[in-house]
């Protein structure tokens, strides 16, 4: 059976069926910085386990997104009393690692892919969402299904990815 993930906001292509997935890994973190660096180190040694190695360009380019999307479900998703929620599939034969966070915070939305504005020179922050479209394939948004929130997701396509 086929299934389709739900289509972001701002893109006009689903995205792609989950029959190819052959590694998956998910957790929920405190949505502190405490949290996103845990997600982030875990979402390493997973990429390390399942082929991608530490210190490679892919394995670097993957952390970085995730540390960008953890970082800003908890600066920007933040909710008391609630986690975010880390899910990364790695996905065969199109060699893609998607990783999509999850928090409960519905009102705060990120720009679409097409919007993203960039800092001025004086500005010290809003260049996380401009990394992730420099190292993402594609990325998006869209509300989470059953429950408030929303889920960022970014998908990074690379030949040096194992293809099982």
């Known amino acids: 059976m086929t299934s389709q993930l739900p289509s972001p906001i701002g893109s006009s292509r689903p995205t792609a069926p989950t029959d190819d997935v052959i590694r ?30 530490y210190g490679t360009g892919p394995h670097e380019e993957i952390v970085l997104v995730v540390g960008e999307l953890t970082a800003n479900a908890v600066r920007h998703g933040h909710v008391t009393g609630r986690d975010f929620h880390l899910l990364q599939r790695l996905s065969a034969p199109a060699r893609t690692v998607r990783i999509e966070v999850t928090d409960t915070r519905t009102e705060r939305t990120p720009p679409g892919p097409e919007t993203v504005p960039v800092p001025g020179a004086e500005d010290t922050g809003g260049r996380g969402l401009l990394l992730v479209a420099g190292l993402a394939t594609r990325w998006g948004w869209h509300l989470r299904s059953g429950g408030p929130g929303k889920t960022v997701w970014a998908e990074c396509v690379s030949e040096a990815l194992p293809t099982r």
């Not at 998956?24 to 845990?38: V, Y």
């Open 24 to 53: 998956t890994f998910e957790m929920r973190f405190t949505s502190t910085p405490r949290g996103a660096r845990l997600a982030r180190r875990l979402a390493a040694h997973r990429l390390d386990a399942w082929g991608i190695p």
